[in-house]
């Protein structure tokens, strides 16, 4: 075989591999995730549609759970921010709080120094059974 040849079949296999590699990469799930920190124990699970998103406290209520999520997302978009809420949502009802009061609710952009230009939903907020609907 001539250099030429030779030359011509290793870049053939550099292209190859390096085709394999870029479309074999793992592809980021933009799921939401959360953790529940119990405060209480837990009640009767309800259904997510009896949950309510409250800003203010209301005068008589039983604390269940802190409720924190993160949704990193490529860009904003409405969708996502129901998805976030519907998440938070059915976190506190499998802690059978019909409330959930929001402390943080927002987006965040990706700063310079993330390695991967992703951005992130994030929901702060605390489980709660409403003892007298105000």
């Known amino acids: ?26 592809t980021t799930a933009l799921q939401p995730t959360g953790i529940v920190l119990p405060l209480a124990q837990a009640r009767v699970p309800l259904a997510t549609d009896n949950v309510q998103l409250l800003q203010s406290m209301p005068t008589s209520y039983q604390g269940l759970a802190l409720i924190n999520v993160e949704l990193h997302s490529l860009k904003q978009s409405k969708k996502l921010v129901r998805e976030i809420a519907n998440y938070a949502k059915m976190l506190a009802a499998k802690q059978g709080a019909n409330g959930l009061l929001v402390s943080a609710f927002g987006y965040e952009p990706p700063s310079a120094s993330d390695p991967a230009p992703l951005a992130k939903y994030i929901f702060r907020g605390q489980a709660i059974y409403i003892n007298n609907r105000d």
């Open 1 to 26: 075989m001539t250099k030429t040849k030779l030359w011509c079949l290793y870049l053939v296999a550099i292209i190859i591999v390096a085709g394999l590699i870029l479309s074999l990469k793992p």
